[in-house]
């Protein structure tokens, strides 16, 4: 499971995860459309790890996104509002 916070956010939000067991992972922001907005981080999770991805939120527009990781062991989102 995914979590955000704070949300709404205007310049930055945090996007954290517990890694069930060690994989590599990449998560990606999508807007509401699908489009892939960018990468936010790749990498190798270790068992148990608890993972923070620091989102950059001042070069997107206002609007609802994803957050999306994905590896081995599924697919998992969580939703992102951003605010000017």
Known sequence: MMV?????????TTVEFKSKKGEEYV???YDMSGTMVKQLKSGKAKANEVVKVEVDGRGIQEG?????K???????????LKKN
């Not at 609802?64 to 999306?68: G, W």
């Not at 599924?74 to 992102?80: I, M």
């Open 70 to 80: 994905i590896s081995k062991s599924g697919v998992s989102s969580v939703k992102l």
């Open 64 to 68: 609802v996104y994803l957050a999306r």
């Open 27 to 29: 998560i990606n922001l």
């Open 4 to 12: 955000a916070y704070p949300i709404p956010f205007s310049d930055r």
